[in-house]
Structures are given as C-alpha cells and as structure tokens.
C-alpha cells in the first residue's frame, strides 16, 4: 500500500485549499483513512478520519471548516479546508489504517500567511 499526498502549497489567511490523496496497492473500502498533520515543534495531531461508510470525525479546531470526502472507487481521499488560519500551518499526512496496520503518505506543506 503507498499513500501520495497533493495540494499543499501557500495560502492567505481566510483562504481556502484543497489536499488530495491517492492510495494504492489493495485497499480496503471499509479501511479508515484520514488526514493528520504536524507543525513545526509540536507532536502528529489528527486533523479528521473518514470510514467505508463515509462517516466522518474532525479535531475541534477545524470543525465547520474542513470537510474530508473519500472516493472508494478510486481509493483517494481529500481534505477540504476553508477559512484557513496561520495556526493550520504544518505539514499534512494521509492515513489509511488497515489489517491492524498504519499507512502514511509523504507529507504535503500547507503555510497559512496573517
């Protein structure tokens, strides 16, 4: 299984970003997947987690502004961020969780410029 991460990039405050992930190898449509990211001196938090079934779970600070979807289809997940703040600033991971395993993407940069 191998996550690819996309969408990162440089944004103002108050702007929006869309983040892509593409998994492949055999995966799972009911296996979990999610987004988590890391800033600079702080630990990996969970950002939001998506089900097979589509059911959806968010950290406090990005709910009502994020929106995670997932297409079982073509196996990718994506992270719809809105009103975005300097404190969204870190680095950006997918996640799939599977057969009692943990999979990760490469990381993808997001800087929110005040």
């Known amino acids: 299984v191998q996550l690819q991460a996309s969408g990162g990039g440089l944004v103002q405050a108050g702007g929006s970003r869309r983040l892509s992930c593409a998994a492949s190898g055999r995966i799972s449509n009911v296996a979990p997947m999610g987004w988590y990211r890391q800033a600079p001196g702080k630990q990996r938090e969970l950002v939001a987690t998506?089900?097979?079934?589509?059911?959806?779970n968010y950290a406090d600070s990005v709910k009502g502004r994020f929106i995670i979807s997932r297409d079982n289809i073509k196996n990718t997940v994506s992270l719809q961020m809105n009103t975005l703040k300097p404190d969204d600033t870190a680095v950006y991971y997918c996640n799939l969780w599977q057969a009692g395993k943990d999979y990760w993407g490469q990381g993808t940069q997001v800087t929110v410029s005040s």
């Open positions: 998506i089900a097979g079934t589509g059911r959806s």
